[in-house]
């Protein structure tokens, strides 16, 4: 790790725990708390849970292995790293970017506009840049995805202040749906505590991966898991939480559509920080003395707990106190102060609540900044300070258009009318439209690409290579002699065995993830129908 540090004068984590906990605070954000809870709740509840569990099991955490393998191999940001390990020429991206350009042109044809130009622009670009494109769309991806973020983290703060001039105090659903639709649609005080989001991130990002990055993320990550276990106990405690339960254990699946399962799939990139590179970068601050598959599996389990848990925080009360579960994206924000109305001291407890939701939001949204600060540094040799500040000026600029676009504003009336024009359905703000493109189509279509590029292009053997760098034998043990136990046994560790780690992560490298992703998105387009 030293060694690293002094002939590439990159800085590292400060060991295993500190990266373990940076990733995981990466992972465990508004997606878990905020994102996860309503639209469990729009999609039916037990049924959806079990399909994103699948998800993240099959999808997740391979991916997840492979970024963190690309980032500690490269030690470059995501844009750095496909630059460095992309061939000359590559067969399968020409054929990609022709497949692009086609379905381009389909989709013009079914007079899908937006969609059609935006595949014809993208094939064209796969054909120029080949892989180089995954690394550099997933900086773009990070630079938009970051700018809503950074709103609702604003919206955070905003509910801290109102929770403190104790205007939080609802025991039913109408005012405090009210309360909520006033809230967001006011662009003045909401670009305000945007603001001040975006300068927190800035301010971490800007002490580096040590003092800044890792330190913010040990104190906050443990102090959310205590302020979360209490806030379950009392909502478990109201009367009448069971039917909450059993919203979120007893899977129904005639609630649960196709629709439904592509949601699941992009939510566990978006959950797990994947399809944009964010782990590359983190991972290549890891040091070569740490194990890969062991850290990927504490991060994505430490992930799924958070999810479990705000379900568990959440779905009780909305029971209990017979709110809507399908409620949408205010959903956390009208229920969790009407339980805090409900215990003593309420708006001290609401008052912490939204400012550990903060503290969420914030160890995630500096794994964006640093991604964007990250490839600035690295391909663009900007000083780091300065990379920091200017990128986040940017990203404020865009968050505050998706702050207004969800107001009632004048001057974005019309971007109203042409973003629901160009892509259909239903009436989309800025917002929306950065949202669903952003978490929708390009995480998991980074997804698919990074799992092929890793798969098939650099190589499964170049991967484990690197992979078996502080993973002792784990990487070659038989899977029953691992799963027994055995690992260190030494007559049961010789020889070269068929089914390890190493091979079952190459299979679903190279075959599952892609086909479970290709599969989620030709269902979505409505050209597969496997419902019967
Ligand atoms: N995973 C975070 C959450 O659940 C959000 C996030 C942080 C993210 N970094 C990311 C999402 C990178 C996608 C890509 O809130």
Redesign the pocket.
């Known amino acids: 790790m030293k060694e690293n540090r002094e002939t590439t004068g990159r800085e590292n984590w400060s060991g295993r725990l500190g990266f373990i906990l940076a990733a995981a605070g990466?992972?465990?954000?508004?997606?878990?708390?905020?994102?996860?809870p309503y639209i469990t709740g729009e999609n039916g509840g037990g049924a959806f849970i079990l399909v994103y569990l699948l998800c993240v099991a099959i999808v997740g955490l391979p991916i997840m292995i492979c970024e963190i393998t690309l980032g500690r191999h490269t030690q470059r940001n995501p844009a750095g790293c496909f630059a460095m390990l992309t061939p000359k020429s590559s067969l399968l991206s020409h054929f990609l970017g022709a497949g692009m350009v086609l379905t381009g042109i389909a989709l013009l044809v079914f007079q899908s506009y937006g969609w059609g130009i935006a595949a014809l622009v993208l094939g064209a670009l796969v054909f120029r840049k080949s892989w180089r494109l995954v690394g550099i769309m997933g900086v773009l991806?990070?630079f938009l995805?970051?700018s809503y973020?950074s709103v609702v983290g604003g919206w955070a703060i905003g509910y801290a202040v109102k929770a403190a001039a104790n205007q939080l105090s609802f025991d039913s659903m109408e005012p405090a749906k009210e309360t909520f639709v006033n809230f967001v649609s006011n662009p003045l005080p909401v670009i305000g505590f945007h603001l001040l989001f975006m300068l927190l991130c800035v301010l971490i990002v800007y002490k580096g991966i040590q003092k800044g990055i890792e330190t913010a993320c040990k104190i906050m990550v443990p102090l959310l898991f205590i302020i979360m276990l209490m806030l379950i106990l009392r909502g478990l405690t109201l009367p009448g939480a069971d039917a909450g339960i059993r919203f979120c254990f007893t899977p129904d699946f005639s609630k649960l559509t196709a629709q439904g399962v592509l949601i699941a799939l992009s939510h566990a990139?978006?959950?797990?920080?994947?399809?944009?590179?964010?782990?590359i970068t983190y991972g290549s601050y890891l040091g070569k003395d740490e194990n890969i598959f062991g850290a990927a599996v504490w991060i994505v389990a430490l992930?799924t707990l958070f999810a479990i848990l705000a379900c568990l925080m959440i779905f009780p009360a909305v029971f209990a106190m017979g709110f809507e579960a399908s409620e949408g994206p205010g959903l956390l924000f009208q229920v969790v102060p009407a339980v805090f109305h409900k215990i003593p001291f309420g708006p001290l407890w609401a008052v912490l609540f939204f400012l550990l939701l903060l503290m969420?939001?914030l160890s995630?949204?500096i794994?964006?900044l640093e991604?964007v600060t990250a490839y600035l540094v690295d391909e663009r040799k900007w000083p780091r300070h300065q990379a920091v500040v200017l990128s986040g000026i940017v990203i404020f600029q865009l968050g505050a258009l998706c702050a207004v676009s969800l107001g009632d504003w004048e001057a974005m009336r019309g971007t109203e009318k042409i973003i629901t024009a160009c892509f259909g359905g239903a009436k989309a703000s800025f917002f929306d439209l950065i949202d669903n493109l952003?978490?929708n189509w390009m995480?998991p279509l980074g997804g698919l690409f990074i799992a092929l590029f890793t798969g098939w292009i650099w190589g499964v053997r170049k991967a484990i290579e690197e992979i078996r760098h502080g993973s002792k034998n784990f990487a070659d043990v038989h899977l029953l002699t691992l799963m027994a136990g055995l690992k260190d046994d030494p007559s049961h560790n010789g020889g070269t065995h068929p089914l390890t780690l190493a091979t079952l992560w190459g299979i679903f490298i190279r075959f599952v993830c892609p086909v479970a992703i290709l599969i989620t998105f030709l269902h979505t387009i409505g050209w597969l129908n496997l419902t019967p």
Do not use: E, H, K, P
Not at 26 to 36: D, E, H, T
Not at 269 to 279: K, Q
């Open positions: 990466s992972a465990i954000g508004l997606g878990n708390i905020w994102r996860f991806t990070g995805i970051l973020y990139f978006f959950t797990l920080s994947l399809g944009m590179g964010a782990m992930d969420a939001a995630s949204g794994s964006l991604v952003t978490s995480l």
